[in-house]
Every structure is written in C-alpha cells, then in structure tokens.
C-alpha cells in the first residue's frame, strides 16, 4: 500500500479536462514536502511532467499543471488527447521511517 | 543531453544478489547531482530503492537498507546496484535516473530515467 493515495484510474473524452488527485498525510505532503509528477505511457520509462508543485520540465505542454494544498496534490489535464492515455504518478518525500522518497501507486488515465 | 542506460543479468536466482549498472552519458557523474535506482515490479507502482553523491554518499529506502549496496565508479562515469538475498518479489523492472533538487534538500525529483531492465528472480 502507498503512502501517496492516488485513483486507480480516470477517464475522459477528447478536448476534456480530467483531475488526478494525490492524497498523503502529516509526514509527506502535509509536512510542506514538494510533490512531483510522472507520466508512463505503455511499455515505456516514466518521464517528469511536474516538478515543484507547479513546474513544467521544457517540452512538456502547458495542458498539463500541477497544484498542492495542505495533505493533497493534483495534476491537471486539459485539451485531452488520445497520446496522453497512460499511467501517471505522483512522487514526494515522507519523513516517516528514517526518511525517503515515496511514490503514489499510480492512475491509469484512459482517453474514451 | 544526459541519458542513462541499465545493463545487467536479466535472471537471477532465488537467495543470490542481483548487480546492474547505469552507464551515464552527455554528463560527467564527478560534476554534481545525485543518482538514483527505482524499481517497478510487473503491473505495479514504482518503488525509490536508493541515492548516491558522486562522492560516494548513499541514501536507502529504509525497507530495504539491509540488503542494498549502490556504489560509483566516476572513472567509468556509471554507478551499480547491488541487492542480495532476493526472492520473487523483487521481480521488478530497474530503473536508473539522475536525481534533482529544488528549493531544500527533501525535495528531490528524478529526470531524466533510463530504459529499464527487467531483472526476473526464479530458479
């Protein structure tokens, strides 16, 4: 079980906009710690997609943002289009257990 | 641009060690940054495994502190993954990645990540 909660999955059509929620807890992102987020299209390596919250790496389109508030975080898709369906990830510090860095278990997002 | 490539046995037998090596290329390791090793077990999410400084300093996922030795070899600009006494959990698919930090030292991301190597554990 991960320490970050995220939805097993999330749909949408075309030119939609969908959510994907990152939920954790005093010792993570309630402790002020920086979220992170990752797409994984099939058979792929994840690549960053949020950094800092907010932050778009170069390259990345800006239909995609990022927001955090007090124990949770999301990543927002607008435009949907079908080369985003893939499995997305959120990533953050938790203080628990000595320390380390922990990843949500995943959303599997899937354009209708 | 920096690209990172896993190598290593694909299949390794219960209760031996498992060894890989990210080879880092367009990015000298002796230059800075962190360097990571994160694993996805088949159908699974992703787990943080470990850090190394180019200086040597390491950093462990607590779960598995016991069993993960991450070294660097800055001649060769790559650094290895050793996990020993496996079984079929760690079955998973290893991924290197070059780590990056923001505003304090907790906040840390990996980009970019290797391919991937599938690592198989079974007799």
């Known amino acids: 079980q991960s320490v970050l909660t995220q939805p097993p999955s999330v749909s949408g059509a075309p030119g939609q906009r969908v959510t994907i929620s990152c939920t954790g807890s005093s010792s993570n992102i309630g402790a002020g710690y920086d979220v992170h987020w990752y797409q994984q299209l099939p058979g792929t390596a994840p690549k960053l997609l949020i950094y800092g919250n907010s932050n778009r790496p170069s390259g990345v389109p800006d239909r995609f943002s990022g927001s955090k508030s007090g124990t949770s975080a999301s990543l927002a898709i607008t435009g949907l289009q079908a080369e985003d369906e893939a499995d997305y990830y959120c990533?953050?510090?938790?203080?628990?257990?000595?320390?380390?860095?922990?990843f949500g278990g995943g959303t599997k997002l899937t354009v209708l | 641009q920096v690209q990172l490539q896993e190598s290593g046995p694909g299949l390794v037998k219960p209760s031996e060690t498992l060894s890989l090596t990210c080879a880092v290329s367009g990015y000298s390791i002796s230059s800075g940054y962190y360097w990571g090793w994160i694993r996805q077990p088949p159908g699974k999410g992703l787990e943080w495994i470990g850090s190394?400084?180019?200086?040597?300093?390491?950093y462990y996922n607590p779960s598995l502190k016991s069993r993960v030795t991450i070294s660097v070899d800055t001649s060769k600009n790559q650094f290895s993954l050793k996990l020993s006494s496996v079984t079929a959990a760690d079955t998973a698919v290893y991924y290197c990645?070059?780590?990056?930090?923001?505003?304090?030292?907790?906040?840390?991301?990996?980009?970019?990540w290797g391919q991937g190597t599938l690592v198989t554990v079974s007799s």
């Open positions: 190394i400084y180019h200086s040597g300093s390491t």
């Open positions: 990645a070059r780590v990056l930090y923001g505003s304090s030292w907790y906040n840390r991301w990996f980009d970019p």
């Open positions: 990533q953050s510090y938790d203080s628990s257990l000595s320390g380390h860095w922990v």
